[in-house]
C-alpha cells in the first residue's frame, strides 16, 4: 500500500462522485478539458462514476499494438487527436501528491485503449496543460499495461517516461489504482502493489487530477472511477 508522510496535508479532497454532472464540478472544484482547456474533452459523472466523453474523433487513435486489428502504426508511432477528457482539481496544491481510486471497468476490449487515468502537477489554462500522468490499461490480457506520461503543454506533444505491458499491468473492476510523485520519483500501484516507477524534474507543481483515454467511442461509459481521493503535501 501506498505510505503518506507522517505529517498533516497541506490540502485534501476526496469525492465519490454523488451528483450527476456534465461535466463534473462539484461545487467549481474541477477545470475540465474541453470547458477550461479547449483543445480536449470533458470529465462527465452519472450514477456513481466519473468517466470521460465522447472524444472528437477525428484522427482516430493508431498504435503499433493494434497491428493485429490492421490498423498499426509504426513500431514506436503513435497517432491520433490524444484530446484525453481530462479534469483537474482548482486552486494551489502541495508539490507532493498522493492519489487514489478505485477502478469501474465492464465490457473490457482489446479494440480500442480504454485507461484510468491519474493526473498529478497538473496545470491547464486555454490551449495549455501539462503535468504528469499514471495510468493502467482497463484488460486483464497479456495487453494490459501500465505507463507513466509527461504532458508538454500544447495537445499532443507529450514524453512517454515508461511503459510496461503484461497481464500483471491490466486492471479490472474494483482494482484500486494509486500514484504519487514525491520530489522527482513518480509512482504507481494496483491493490497496494508497487507496478511502475520513474524519475523526472520537468514539472514542479501543479493541482491532481483524473483522465480517462481518447478515441474509445462509445465505449467511455464502460469504465472510469468510482471514487477519487487525493492529499498533497509542500
Not at 466523453?53 to 514506436?76: K, N, T
Amino acid at each position: 500500500m501506498m505510505e503518506l508522510p507522517k505529517k498533516t496535508p497541506t490540502r485534501s479532497y476526496k469525492t465519490d462522485f454523488k451528483r450527476n454532472e456534465a461535466p463534473i464540478s462539484e461545487g467549481g472544484m474541477w477545470l475540465n478539458g474541453r470547458k477550461d482547456g479547449i483543445d480536449w474533452c470533458d470529465v462527465l459523472v452519472r450514477d456513481g462514476v466519473a468517466y470521460g466523453e465522447v472524444s472528437r474523433m477525428r484522427a482516430a487513435e493508431r498504435r503499433a499494438e493494434q497491428a493485429v486489428l490492421g490498423a498499426g502504426a509504426a513500431v514506436g508511432a503513435a497517432e491520433g487527436d490524444y484530446d484525453d477528457p481530462t479534469a483537474v482539481l482548482t486552486g494551489k496544491w502541495g508539490k507532493d501528491q498522493y492519489g487514489k481510486a478505485h477502478v469501474f471497468s465492464r465490457n473490457q476490449t482489446d479494440k480500442c485503449f480504454q485507461e484510468v487515468q491519474i493526473r498529478l502537477r497538473h496545470n491547464m489554462s486555454a490551449h495549455f496543460c501539462n503535468g504528469y500522468e499514471v495510468f493502467f490499461r482497463c484488460l486483464k490480457t497479456d495487453a494490459g499495461y501500465a505507463e507513466i506520461v509527461r504532458w508538454n503543454g500544447k495537445n499532443g506533444d507529450f514524453t512517454s517516461l515508461k511503459k510496461l505491458v503484461g497481464l500483471h499491468y491490466g486492471v479490472q473492476d474494483g482494482d484500486l489504482i494509486e500514484a504519487s510523485i514525491v520530489g522527482d520519483v513518480i509512482t504507481g500501484y494496483v491493490n497496494g502493489v508497487k507496478m511502475i516507477s520513474v524519475v523526472d524534474d520537468k514539472v514542479k507543481s501543479g493541482a491532481p487530477g483524473i483522465g480517462f483515454n481518447f478515441g474509445v467511442g462509445n465505449t467511455n461509459v464502460d469504465h472510469g472511477f468510482k471514487d477519487f481521493e487525493v492529499h498533497t503535501y509542500d
